[in-house]
């Protein structure tokens, strides 16, 4: 009979919405020990007490692979702990059970519960997403300002983010010439084009490639002789020999017909030989 063994947890939260402490009610052992994921000073694997759980805390951040493996085909009572889920190497996740710790940020309400006259402070991410919607949706612009010089996104970034994102926003233009025209201006000119309002955050959509670039370069001509492509194919002699070099692709976008290599039709002897009577 196969023996079924249990895949470790894996829990997936941000900082202060008790990942830790989610682990050490996931452990099931009453003795366990805690190792960050970089620096796990277990020298030999199968030595170790299998009455004692194993906490594997940041797996995101430079996992020790072999060895994490190692504990976890050991049998060993094995918890590990990551901030996301997307940095995690593919070979650990697919051993674990993934569970997520959720949202509940505990340090805003111990900071609540100290000072009860606080302000709710907000974590924003150093990824351009997070930045954007923030951009968006923050309605303290100082606080703002204070993210982007954190972080200093780079402008143009940030900047085809927010277009993107708030197209009808005409402030946005004198942002962009601040970027051009260099200085410290363009941070608090971001900062400050908009107020903190609902929205979602769309992406820039990439600009697809011309490939007229390609196509000139195939039939000896500059990248930038594209202009000249189109009058050189009204040619017929010109546009028999472009068709045979370009594929059939290239040749739509030029409007040409590529001749189809036409096939021998080699007839079948059907005349039944001697072993076949």
């Not at 805690?34 to 007490?49: K, M, T």
């Not at 000139?216 to 202009?227: E, N, P, Q, T, V």
Request: hydrophobic content about 35%; aromatic content about 8%.
């Amino acid at each position: 009979m196969k023996t079924k063994t249990k895949k470790p947890i894996l829990v997936v939260g941000k900082s202060g919405t008790g990942v830790t402490t989610k682990a050490k009610a996931l452990i099931n052992s009453k003795e366990y020990r805690i190792f960050y994921a970089n620096d796990i000073s277990i020298s030999d694997v199968y030595s170790w007490p299998l009455e004692i759980g194993i906490i594997i805390e940041d797996v995101h951040h430079k996992p020790d692979k072999d060895k994490i493996l190692d504990l976890i085909h050991s049998g060993r009572n094995v918890v590990l702990t990551s901030k996301n889920k997307k940095e995690v190497s593919k070979v650990l996740l697919d051993c674990c059970q993934v569970k997520m710790a959720g949202t509940k940020n505990y340090y805003q309400i111990i900071l609540r519960a100290r000072a009860k006259n606080s302000q709710n402070f907000k974590i924003v991410d150093d990824n351009i997403w997070a930045l954007t919607s923030a951009y968006i949706k923050m309605s303290d612009r100082d606080e703002y300002l204070t993210v982007l010089n954190t972080y200093r996104p780079p402008p143009m970034q940030i900047l085809s983010w927010a277009v993107a994102s708030q197209p009808n926003n005409l402030k946005l233009m004198h942002v962009s010439k601040a970027m051009m025209n260099g200085g410290d201006y363009f941070y608090p000119l971001l900062a400050y084009s908009k107020l903190g309002a609902y929205g979602g955050v769309i992406p820039p959509q990439r600009k697809s490639m011309s490939p007229f670039p390609t196509i000139c370069r195939k039939l000896g001509l500059r990248a930038s002789d594209g202009y000249l492509v189109r009058d050189l194919v009204k040619n017929q002699e010109y546009s028999r020999w472009a068709a045979k070099i370009l594929d059939d692709k290239e040749c739509k976008v030029l409007g040409i017909k590529k001749e189809r290599k036409r096939r021998v039709s080699v007839k079948k002897d059907r005349t039944k030989k001697l072993e076949e009577y």
